[in-house]
């Protein structure tokens, strides 16, 4: 009776492929500099032989399958060769006892390192943190939120086992919005945003709110605050003084460090200031001290007619961005070269 069906180590039943058996034969055999020839065939065929003779009436395991693999090695005097095996069984072992630790059920047989990563951040958990999915559920629950897409069920069902298939043979991999949060409540799959501030208070602190709830998600967030008035201008609604675009940086810099201490992973900002706002000394300056804005990167927003200044050693204007009016001048040349030297020195602007 021939041997057409397996149990896996999780009880599920498969169809049983010999060449599988000759492949790590093969490779055993590699490892340990023999010469192959057809030796992992001829092997091969005595391991099937062997389970047909123990199983004509029941379904062998993985581990039967394996047991008979070094039996057949030990017998046929190729002790190097059971060795290199039997400790090739013995690391993958390991491997899974290491998984369940984690609590991940996986049958791609993913490396450690990507278990645990999944095991953090990607797979769902249930209310007390206990992962509820393996990672070929996740995959699959990726693949059939994307293919929702489609206008038709046909076309769904269609890019559902495509996608699938990219997925689990590890040939494409989405961002990290699209791993957590395909098929949840969330929905988010986006990894970027632009979140636009404009010179109010009231738009300044609807921002913190956006970047919250993306952060919470997964996302990250990006910014221009040119638009913001300079440090020291006039606020018409109160009479006093503004504190400047580098102050409001810091609230959402602290909302980041606090939103993602609870999050999926870490929140990331991008700030940019337009070189001609008048406190973009300032800005380029701020990450000097140690620990200051951790969870942004900062970028200047260089225009045409700085850049052809700082070629011509040559002032330019720095204009209030509330009145459009030139409050002052910088010589383009130091300017830049300021930008170059904190570029080296902390890695921003």
Same mark, same amino acid.
């Given at each position: 009776?021939?041997?057409?069906?397996?149990?896996?180590?999780?009880?599920?039943?498969?169809?049983?492929?010999?060449?599988?058996?000759?492949?790590?034969?093969?490779?055993?055999?590699?490892?340990?500099?023999?010469?192959?020839?057809?030796?992992?065939?001829?092997?091969?065929?005595? /391991?099937?032989?062997?389970?047909?003779?123990?199983?004509?009436?029941?379904?062998?395991?993985?581990?039967?399958?394996?047991?008979?693999? $070094?039996?057949?090695?030990?017998?046929?005097?190729?002790? =190097?060769?059971?060795?290199?095996?039997?400790?090739?069984?013995?690391?993958?072992?390991?491997?899974?006892?290491?998984? $369940?630790?984690?609590?991940?059920?996986?049958?791609?047989?993913?490396?450690?390192?990507?278990?645990?990563?999944?095991?953090?951040?990607?797979?769902?958990?249930?209310?007390?943190?206990?992962?509820?999915?393996?990672?070929?559920?996740?995959?699959?629950?990726?693949?059939?939120?994307?293919?929702?897409?489609?206008?038709?069920? $046909?076309?769904? $069902?269609?890019?559902?086992?495509?996608?699938?298939?990219?997925?689990?043979?590890?040939?494409?991999?989405?961002?990290?919005?699209?791993?957590?949060?395909?098929?949840?409540?969330?929905?988010?799959?986006?990894?970027?945003?632009?979140?636009?501030?404009?010179?109010? +208070?009231?738009?300044?602190?609807?921002?913190?709110?956006?970047?919250?709830?993306?952060?919470?998600?997964?996302?990250?967030?990006?910014?221009?605050?040119?638009?913001?008035?300079?440090?020291?201008?006039?606020?018409?609604?109160?009479?006093?003084?503004?504190?400047?675009? /580098?102050?409001?940086?810091?609230?959402? =810099?602290?909302?980041?460090?606090?939103?993602?201490?609870?999050?999926?992973?870490?929140?990331?900002?991008?700030?940019?200031?337009?070189?001609?706002?008048?406190?973009?000394?300032?800005?380029?300056?701020?990450?000097?001290?140690?620990?200051?804005?951790?969870?942004?990167?900062?970028?200047?927003?260089?225009?045409?007619?700085?850049?052809?200044?700082?070629?011509?050693?040559? =002032?330019?204007? +720095?204009?209030?961005?509330?009145?459009?009016?030139?409050?002052?001048?910088?010589?383009?040349?130091?300017?830049?070269?300021?930008?170059?030297?904190?570029?080296?020195?902390?890695?921003?602007?």
């Amino acid at each position: 009776m021939t041997v057409s069906k397996i149990r896996k180590r999780d009880g599920r039943i498969a169809d049983f492929e010999p060449q599988k058996i000759t492949t790590v034969i093969h490779k055993a055999i590699a490892s340990v500099k023999h010469e192959d020839g057809k030796l992992a065939e001829k092997l091969s065929k005595e /391991v099937i032989k062997e389970l047909e003779g123990k199983f004509q009436k029941a379904i062998p395991s993985v581990e039967d399958v394996q047991n008979a693999v $070094e039996d057949i090695l030990i017998r046929e005097g190729l002790s =190097d060769v059971a060795k290199s095996y039997i400790l090739y069984r013995e690391k993958h072992k390991e491997i899974r006892e290491a998984k $369940e630790f984690l609590g991940v059920k996986d049958t791609l047989k993913l490396t450690i390192n990507a278990a645990r990563v999944l095991e953090r951040r990607y797979l769902l958990k249930d209310k007390d943190g206990k992962v509820i999915e393996t990672p070929d559920e996740m995959f699959k629950r990726v693949a059939k939120a994307a293919a929702k897409a489609e206008k038709t069920k $046909e076309l769904q $069902e269609r890019y559902e086992e495509e996608f699938y298939k990219i997925l689990s043979s590890l040939e494409f991999m989405p961002n990290s919005p699209t791993l957590m949060n395909a098929g949840t409540k969330l929905g988010m799959l986006s990894a970027c945003f632009v979140i636009p501030i404009s010179d109010s +208070l009231d738009s300044i602190f609807e921002a913190v709110k956006t970047t919250a709830m993306i952060q919470q998600a997964g996302g990250g967030t990006g910014f221009t605050f040119t638009h913001l008035r300079p440090k020291g201008d006039m606020v018409q609604s109160t009479k006093g003084v503004a504190s400047g675009p /580098v102050s409001f940086i810091r609230v959402f =810099d602290t909302t980041t460090e606090v939103i993602k201490q609870g999050s999926k992973r870490r929140g990331a900002n991008m700030g940019i200031l337009n070189v001609n706002h008048p406190d973009i000394v300032e800005f380029i300056t701020s990450k000097a001290k140690e620990g200051a804005f951790v969870n942004f990167n900062f970028s200047v927003g260089a225009t045409d007619e700085f850049m052809k200044a700082v070629r011509k050693n040559k =002032d330019y204007s +720095l204009i209030n961005p509330r009145t459009k009016q030139e409050v002052g001048k910088l010589n383009a040349s130091e300017l830049f070269d300021m930008i170059c030297m904190y570029a080296w020195r902390t890695g921003d602007p």
